[in-house]
Each structure stands twice: as C-alpha cells, then as structure tokens.
C-alpha cells in the first residue's frame, strides 16, 4: 500500500541536541510539506518543498532546517535554535499540478512524530 | 493573507444524531476550502474539498460541506453520526493553485455518546 512513513513515533530530545525526523513516501508524490501541531491549536507550515532540490519556508521556519534531495524523502531537523521543540510534527505530501484547475495543497498525511525535550 | 475560524472548540452529539461544523474563512477571492479530521495520536485525513463547481461538496465517510459565499462559510455535515466519528476535525483554506501553503482553524473535538 501507498503511503506516507515518519519515523519514529516517539523521539526525545536533550537540550542543545539536534535531532532528525524521518518522512518517507511512495506515492510518488512531488510536494511535500512539514507542519507543526500544538494543542489547541491548527497545524503550523514549517517547510514545504515542491520539487527535489528545492523548498520553501513556511510560516515557523526559524530554528528547523530541511533537505529534499530524493524525490520520496523531506527530512526535518530541529536544530537547538528552536526553543521550544515539543510538538507533534506531521509530514504531507500530494502531487504536483500546474494547472489551473488542481489542488496542490497536502492531501495526505503521515501519522506523526511526537517530540519532547528531556 | 487567508485565515479560517472554527468557532466551536468541542461538540458532543449523541450517535446516530446530526452533526454540523462551523467553519468561516477569511480571504478576498475564491479560495480553496477543505475538511480534515484527525483521530488521537495519528495523522490528518483529508474528508473533502472544495475549489471550484458545484457548491454542496461530497466527501468520504458520509461528510459533505456547503460553500457559502456570502457568508464566507464552508460548514461540516453529517446526517447521522457513528461513534466512529469522535476525532477531531479541521477547516483549512488556500489561496489558489499555486499556492502550496494551507491555513488551518484550531480544530472542533467531537464527542460521540451512546
């Protein structure tokens, strides 16, 4: 089955560590996007990427940095310049469209990754 | 820039009753408008969206939302619920096509009781 894969599920973080989230697919899809999840609150765009080779900054970029070097891989950092890491992080994808009448908004998402600082 | 309200923060609807869900949105031209929903600890699935056409909008597991211009709305319905409904569910609207970008309300947690 196609899909999206982030990994792991769970990841704790020490204070002025960086960690790595995973997100894998194969849907052969060419945007991918990270957001962030706080509770009570709607999911926040951290990085999008529309093309290999390429991404964008979304609106709470500062402190994460991403890479998109294969088409089926957008691996997020969170680097020690975020101060406040714990989150839930979510990673989408969905495919790539020029036309006038598509969506290229995320239309599928993986099922998370929680961070916490120890 | 685009912005949603979902101004219900919790619903709790007794199973096999209606549900509705309000979401209002902010932007000057036709926007993009879609429905997700989340159960706990996992990620969204997308329920249905909007974009052009045909204003009633089908969407899976029963769901169907109405794009109202004039009231900048696109509210969340279902006829009768199913316990299997409890999750928590988001508006997001976009920009356009060539906007890759969503912006999502804060979410309305639906409680299903037997």
């Known amino acids: 089955d196609g899909g999206i894969t982030q990994s792991p599920k769970y990841l704790f973080r020490k204070e002025g560590q960086n960690v790595t989230l995973s997100c894998e697919q194969n849907?052969?899809?060419?945007?991918m996007y990270w957001y962030r999840q706080d509770p009570g609150q709607g999911l926040r765009l951290i990085y999008y990427s529309q093309i290999v080779n390429d991404f964008q900054k979304g609106d709470i970029a500062e402190g994460y940095s991403v890479s998109r070097e294969k088409k089926e891989s957008f691996p997020l950092t969170v680097t020690s310049a975020q101060k406040n890491p714990t989150a839930f992080y979510l990673c989408?994808?969905?495919?790539?469209?020029?036309?006038?009448?598509?969506?290229?908004?995320?239309?599928?998402f993986g099922d998370g990754t929680r961070l916490s600082i120890l | 820039a685009q912005s949603v309200t979902q101004p219900d923060i919790h619903i709790t609807v007794s199973e096999g009753a209606s549900l509705e869900l309000r979401c209002n949105y902010s932007?000057?031209?036709?926007?993009?408008l879609f429905w997700y929903v989340q159960s706990p600890g996992q990620g969204l699935q997308l329920l249905l969206k909007y974009f052009s056409g045909d204003t009633l909008v089908q969407g899976i597991k029963g769901f169907e939302a109405e794009f109202k211009r004039s009231q900048s709305s696109f509210n969340l319905r279902k006829p009768s619920v199913h316990w299997s409904d409890a999750a928590e569910y988001f508006c997001?609207?976009?920009?356009?096509?060539?906007?890759?970008?969503?912006?999502f309300g804060a979410g309305t947690t639906v409680t299903v009781r037997a």
């Open positions: 989408a994808s969905t495919q790539r469209d020029r036309s006038v009448r598509s969506v290229n908004q995320p239309q599928h």
């Open positions: 932007y000057g031209a036709t926007p993009y």
């Open positions: 997001a609207v976009g920009a356009g096509y060539n906007d890759y970008k969503l912006s």
């Open positions: 849907l052969n899809h060419d945007a």
